[in-house]
């Protein structure tokens, strides 16, 4: 999957280009403040008991991580076997495995993933009624909460506690199998699904590169 691209550039056209640039803070604000609006909105007009929409909420960022998980396995990842899929896959996550140091390229353009999150807005609320919308906080939360985990994982060294283990994960994700090890905010799902790295115990040692 590896290009070993030295130009960074995604995109010849400027305008789409630019695109590819996202500074972290621009979505942490749009999708912590939506999602907490939701569920706050959930309580102050009482659709729900505050015990209640806490819970819808939870349900939203546990399934946002499986979500997460499946996206990155099998879209970020896709097979690049048609030139339609190869661009796709290197626009939305190749430049990322090219070039991890870039912490431009974490999030996915505010407007696209803003587009995404109304449709998801709607869908949930047509299949849940009312408990789609603490849900749809829960999941906009959830992808904020997956952006700071990547974010801090490439920007910041491993702390040296429990959390370790996220860093450690994601580094075999980049450097050593990035056929396994999908999950980011957690390896959950890697547990679950059959993806948990084969490297040996005294291989996990590997650290995100900075
Ligand atoms: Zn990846
Ligand atoms: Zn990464």
């Not at 949930?124 to 801090?152: K, Q």
């Not at 390896?187 to 900075?210: E, F």
């Amino acid at each position: 999957m590896r290009t070993n691209r030295s130009d960074d550039r995604v995109f010849q056209n400027r305008f789409l280009e630019s695109l590819t640039h996202t500074h972290i803070a621009v979505p942490l604000t749009i999708f912590y403040g939506s999602g907490l609006t939701l569920l706050f909105l959930t309580v102050f007009w009482g659709i729900f008991s505050a015990g209640a929409s806490i819970g819808f909420f939870a349900l939203g960022l546990f399934v946002f991580s499986l979500v997460e998980y499946l996206v990155h396995r099998y879209a970020f990842h896709i097979e690049p076997d048609s030139d339609a899929k190869a661009k796709f896959q290197y626009a939305a996550h190749g430049v990322h495995h090219d070039f991890p140091k870039d912490k431009s390229r974490l999030a996915m353009p505010p407007l696209v993933s803003m587009a995404l999150a109304t449709g998801f807005f709607f869908l949930y609320r047509l299949l849940m009624g009312d408990v789609g919308m603490p849900f749809t906080g829960g999941f906009l939360a959830g992808y904020a909460a997956y952006l700071t985990v990547h974010y801090v994982v490439h920007a910041y060294r491993a702390p040296n506690n429990m959390f370790k283990i996220l860093w450690t994960h994601h580094a075999i994700h980049h450097h050593v199998e990035n056929d396994r090890a999908f999950g980011v905010s957690s390896p959950l799902w890697d547990v679950v699904l059959g993806t948990m790295p084969r490297a040996k115990k005294g291989k996990t040692s590997v650290q995100v590169k900075h």
